[in-house]
């Protein structure tokens, strides 16, 4: 019997419940354990002291002021009891109450003209009619076709009539149609802008072709400014390319690299989710970048633990093999032989056995020797 079971049972040998094998189950063990001794002795102090405190009577209606209390209704339903109740009173009530402030609202609405010219629809006002200018008097050219006009090359000189300024139509001068003087506006305007296009192109780049700037010329244009001109001739041309190269190193250069408190421990919380692929990942990663560090020893420990739950057996030896042949100095040394036996014994090879009897006869005081002679005395007979 235990302690824990021993102090378990004073309730009943306190209570002389206890008879036969169990009574003198716990009597042999009071007599051996001091410690249970002290814990019965403590245990009947107390039970002496709680029956002589003696008995107390309740005062007169104390259970049914605690009724009344846990049957109490909440505050919400008060509220909702003395808003609808008794229905046979109350509803009526209400209803009664609504219908008087409807019957106020109407009587409001009737005897205001304010609210019932704003509820009644404003008829909407008229569209003011635009007055249409006349136009000025269609040039010689206008009855030219708009695509002779496009066609023409950026380089041309422009006529002469087209940059003096047009007379004004006289008040007597019949109005001419709205298609000429249509026609005549696009004829204007696709002029300005070949004036346009033509002082651009003295600046532009020898690569860059006149028909690469006659596409951005909008005949329709009613308005034509140099300034909008030369915008839509810079918008045209198309931006340079930035090599992939570079952009690739930018974002490559662009990552952090990791550091060895941080490569080790994604290393231990991927060991610790048994997710061994980036484990092994990790340590492998961090041995390679820090060949110095203290925790070398621990790192390859754990790659080799790793490929055992991986069941890679002879990568697991292969590095327990290297912990033990670059650190032989190390406190893992005994650990990593051991397990380097069992990894051995995995692949089914009896020098496992041989290999634990050297652990158990060169680290006796080790843990792992005492691991070892149980393994030997029970596979290795």
Excluded at 35 to 54: N, P, Y
Excluded at 109 to 118: D, G, M
Aim: with cysteine; aromatic share 6%.
């Amino acid at each position: 019997m235990t302690c824990h079971e021993a102090c378990d049972a004073f309730s009943d040998l306190y209570d002389n419940a206890l008879s036969g094998a169990p009574l003198v189950t716990i009597t042999q063990h009071l007599a051996s354990c001091p410690e249970c001794r002290a814990e019965w002795a403590a245990f009947r102090k107390a039970m002496q002291a709680v029956s002589d405190l003696g008995g107390a009577e309740p005062s007169p209606g104390f259970a049914v002021r605690v009724r009344q209390r846990i049957e109490a209704p909440t505050r919400w339903q008060r509220s909702v009891h003395w808003l609808f109740f008794p229905l046979r009173v109350k509803v009526p009530i209400q209803a009664l109450a609504l219908v008087l402030v409807a019957f106020a609202g109407l009587l409001l609405y009737q005897r205001s003209p304010e609210l019932r010219r704003a509820a009644e629809p404003q008829p909407a006002a008229p569209p003011p009619v635009a007055r249409e200018a006349p136009a000025p008097a269609a040039p010689p050219g206008a009855a030219e076709p708009l695509q002779k006009m496009e066609g023409a090359t950026p380089s041309a000189e422009p006529p002469k009539a087209d940059q003096i300024e047009r007379p004004a139509a006289p008040a007597d001068a019949v109005t001419p149609s709205p298609r000429a003087s249509l026609e005549a506006e696009k004829e204007h305007a696709a002029s300005a802008l070949r004036d346009e296009a033509k002082e651009v192109g003295k600046t532009a780049a020898p690569s860059e072709s006149p028909k690469a700037v006659e596409p951005s010329l909008e005949p329709g244009a009613k308005s034509p400014e140099s300034g909008v001109a030369g915008g839509r001739l810079r918008q045209s041309a198309p931006a340079p390319a930035q090599s992939p190269t570079r952009a690739k190193e930018g974002s490559v250069s662009s990552i952090p690299p990791k550091s060895a408190d941080e490569l080790y421990a994604a290393a231990l919380a991927d060991t610790n989710s048994q997710r061994y692929d980036r484990a092994i990942d990790g340590l492998r990663a961090f041995m390679a970048q820090n060949p110095r560090d203290p925790r070398i020893p621990d790192a390859r420990l754990r790659l080799a633990d790793a490929y055992v739950a991986q069941r890679r057996y002879t990568e697991a030896i292969a590095e327990y093999a290297a912990l033990a042949r670059e650190f032989p100095d190390s406190p893992l040394i005994p650990t990593a032989l051991y397990r380097q036996a069992q990894a051995v014994l995995a692949t089914g090879d009896h020098a496992g056995c041989r290999m634990l009897q050297d652990v158990a006869d060169r680290y006796p005081q080790a843990p792992e020797a005492a691991l070892a002679r149980e393994i030997l005395s029970t596979r290795c007979r």
